[in-house]
């Protein structure tokens, strides 16, 4: 049979329709002549045989017991005699509790049975408790025919269970026989109560009404159970009845029922009402022993012919399954075989090909898209429709990818162009407004000045940021070693809320100068992270430490802080950087703090402060760090306290207490460096100069004395004071002509004399304006001299000199 030119509907309607047929088939046999039926009439015996018999003796010897404690509550009775019947109906009970507990009821009994025999066996366990109050009398006697009615009444209750089986007729002959069973306990009641009244000589307080009724529902029961009897049952129950013993038995019920009153004596003698009573209750209790074993004798037959039935329904069923098996295999075998290949090429192509493509792609290599999604050959049916179909798929997939790279290289190279030109454009502001700062003699102008190119040096970061975007390398870069510390500077100074930062303390280590410039990036990013999210009259510390691992940078703020899932969200961004996603812009940041740490093999991990905000701790590796450069001595330099690209700008750059100074004794607390000089100060005598606090090693000024302006002050030097390495090279920068020569290091007296020069310079233009309103600005500390954190300067002249 070649099914390889079936359509799919048909495979389908094959493989589904003959397996479901089946199915059906076996579904209609299983239900209607299932294996459920035939081992419960199989298990007809074993009920009869565990339940019935020992729960019928059981319930015989109660009825006895029942009899002798009505007899001695009327206080006639033996106790001995008690007592002896009281231990054969535990014997009997223990016998049936043992039979009822086999491991073969327990399988053949369903959920009802174990639930009424549970019943059965509880009402058993509080008949020692009754005893105990019939021995100390503290029962009448019907509380304990109640007592006794009711255990065998529980005993019954699981004979109707019994009888409930699968065969209809069967099933009306089992409870037929419960029904005279019933009888013939309700026969037992009257018993036990005229033996009571026997023994107390007269009948008590109600007791011929509750006689008249028991005599009245036995023959009732009895009348009820006849119809229901086979036919050989019922005539043998016939001829019983019309036997001596049932004739005397019903002719002495008569006199009761009609001459019995209560308090009077019974109108029957004891001895009579026994001779009739025992053989009537005896040919009763043979009856239904020989009726139950003939219902279970007959039982076997219809069980067998069930199973019989059963098994060949089986056989068919199992005909049916081999050959919808065999149908099922031909098909299915073709159909996954065909679409087995599919899957693997359609898995290949989404896990391997396409992938590899993209990489390839992203590396700038060429693709063949012809190659890269060859043809799919299964056939002509839907199948082989459906293979043709995805190698179009994937060929618009793999053409998909490919101009997708293309586009994505167009963008970065538009992105790339932009960041260049904005780059070039920002260099030439930055050398334009040094000129015009070294031309303006108003302090105003210059304050203005130095705000716009402190934007200017932000706005060329954020440039660097869409070099970044676009793959490439942002540009800035030394040949030398540059102090940890002068690195640190140079990324405050492009922060904007430099004057909230403080180094608290700086080991000694320098940068390998191929990553200063992508370290003062990168540490910018995070320093503005952080002054950004914490409120304005905090301040974000910065700390480095030598580690066993290269140097490690932390910066700390106590601002608004970050979930834990936000923080472990963004640390699996740090250490595996993801492409960068245009909907996520929010985190250009991020994307570009990873990127940097990416490609130097930096680790930036986020933390949560103790203090409420974020640690963000930058682990430099030790391939970077190089020893650090020995600072060079330090003599009055150019007000503005420059020590790193545009850190000038900043009014007071905080650093911490690590930061070399003349004296080695280290500071108690962060402190600040003088801000540039914006208004005249007051002359203050001159003083023994210090360095600066946190700068590890400065450049020295021009000269030994510094040039002086029209109005007698010191001229601003761009990057005369800045590390050596950190020196900006950009184009249409101030040449080497434009600036003093670097001289050598001067000695403390040399220091002193331009410091002198400098206060001179100062005095004699607060005496020329004297008569000028004073120019807005801030008040500059005089060199050398620290502010500490959290303390203002006077932004108007205190007087003039």
Do not use: C
């Amino acid at each position: 049979m070649n099914t390889g030119n079936w359509s799919i509907r048909a495979k389908i309607i094959a493989l589904v329709t003959v397996p479901l047929a089946a199915l059906l088939a076996l579904w209609i046999f299983t239900t209607t002549l299932t294996i459920g039926p035939a081992l419960n009439l199989l298990a007809t015996r074993t009920l009869l045989d565990e339940v019935g018999k020992p729960g019928e003796s059981m319930v015989a010897e109660l009825q006895r017991e029942r009899r002798l404690a009505l007899v001695y509550l009327a206080g006639r009775g033996d106790l001995p005699a008690l007592t002896e019947q009281r231990n054969r109906t535990d014997a009997a009970v223990d016998t049936f509790r043992q039979r009822a507990a086999s491991d073969d009821l327990r399988d053949t009994a369903g959920g009802r049975l174990r639930t009424h025999l549970d019943q059965l066996f509880t009402s058993l366990d509080l008949l020692p408790t009754g005893r105990g109050f019939i021995d100390r009398r503290e029962m009448d006697q019907s509380g304990a025919l109640g007592l006794y009615s009711g255990v065998i009444d529980g005993a019954f209750r699981v004979f109707d269970i019994t009888s409930d089986l699968e065969d209809d007729e069967l099933t009306r002959e089992a409870r037929a026989v419960t029904a005279l069973g019933r009888a013939r306990e309700v026969l037992g009641q009257s018993d036990a109560l005229l033996a009571g009244a026997f023994a107390a000589g007269k009948f008590g307080g109600g007791e011929h009404a509750q006689l008249v009724q028991i005599i009245g529902a036995h023959r009732y029961l009895y009348a009820a159970a006849l119809p229901a009897l086979p036919d050989a049952e019922r005539v043998g129950y016939q001829r019983m009845v019309e036997g001596e013993a049932f004739t005397q038995l019903r002719a002495l019920e008569d006199r009761v029922i009609a001459q019995g009153q209560d308090g009077q004596p019974v109108p029957v003698t004891a001895t009579a009402w026994q001779s009739a009573y025992e053989p009537a209750v005896r040919q009763l209790r043979d009856f239904e022993l020989s009726t139950s074993d003939a219902l279970a004798d007959r039982a076997t037959p219809v069980a067998v012919g069930v199973l019989l039935r059963l098994a060949l329904a089986g056989l068919l069923g199992l005909a049916a399954i081999a050959l919808s098996l065999l149908i099922s295999l031909r098909v299915g075998r073709s159909l996954i075989r065909r679409l087995t290949g599919l899957r693997e090429n359609a898995m290949d192509l989404a896990d391997r090909r396409l992938p590899a493509v993209v990489g390839r792609l992203r590396r700038g290599e060429e693709v063949d898209v012809a190659a890269e999604s060859p043809p799919l050959e299964y056939g002509s049916d839907e199948i082989g429709q459906v293979g043709r179909a995805f190698t179009e798929a994937q060929r618009t997939a793999v053409q998909a990818a490919v101009d997708e790279a293309t586009l994505r290289r167009g963008f970065n190279d538009v992105f790339l162009n932009i960041a260049r030109r904005s780059q070039a454009l920002l260099h030439r502001q930055l050398a334009l407004l040094d000129k015009m700062e070294r031309r303006s003699n108003d302090p105003d102008e210059l304050e203005d000045l130095f705000r716009v190119d402190h934007l200017a040096t932000r706005m060329r970061r954020h440039a660097e940021d869409l070099v970044i975007l676009a793959g490439a390398a942002p540009g800035r870069g030394w040949r030398n070693p540059v102090n940890a510390i002068d690195v640190i500077r140079g990324a405050v100074s492009e922060v904007e809320d430099y004057a909230r930062v403080s180094v608290v303390k700086m080991e000694p280590a320098a940068i390998a100068g191929r990553a200063v410039g992508d370290v003062i990036h990168l540490l910018a990013e995070l320093i503005e992270n952080a002054t950004s999210f914490s409120p304005p009259e905090t301040r974000v510390l910065i700390t480095g430490l030598s580690v066993p691992n290269g140097y490690a940078i932390e910066i700390e703020d106590r601002g608004l802080g970050m979930p834990a899932d936000a923080i472990g969200e963004a640390n699996r961004k740090l250490s595996r950087p993801p492409d960068f996603d245009p909907a996520n812009s929010a985190r250009l940041g991020l994307f570009v703090v990873a990127q940097l740490g990416a490609r130097h093999g930096m680790r930036i991990q986020l933390r949560a402060s103790p203090y409420g905000g974020v640690t963000a701790v930058v682990l430099v590796p030790p391939d970077l760090i190089a020893p650090a450069p020995e600072p060079a001595a330090l003599t009055a330099g150019p007000a503005d306290g420059s020590g790193s690209p545009r850190v000038r700008r900043a009014r007071t750059l905080p650093l911490g207490d690590s930061a070399p100074r003349r004296s080695l004794e280290a500071a108690p607390r962060p402190v600040l460096v003088p801000a540039p000089a914006a208004s005249p100060a007051e002359p203050i005598e001159p003083t023994e100069v210090r360095p600066a606090a946190g700068f590890r090693s400065r450049s020295e000024p021009a000269s030994s004395v510094p040039a002086l302006g029209a109005d007698g002050l010191p001229r601003r030097v761009r990057q005369a004071s800045l590390a050596p390495q950190l020196r900006s090279e950009a184009p249409g920068h101030t040449t080497v002509e434009d600036i003093d020569p670097v001289p050598a290091p001067r000695t403390p007296d040399q220091a002193r004399a331009t410091m002198a020069a400098l206060q001179s310079g100062t005095a004699r233009g607060r005496r020329e304006a004297d008569s000028a309103p004073p120019a807005r600005g801030t008040a500059v500390p005089p060199p050398g001299s620290v502010v500490r954190p959290g303390t203002t300067v006077d932004a108007e002249p205190k007087g003039d000199a």
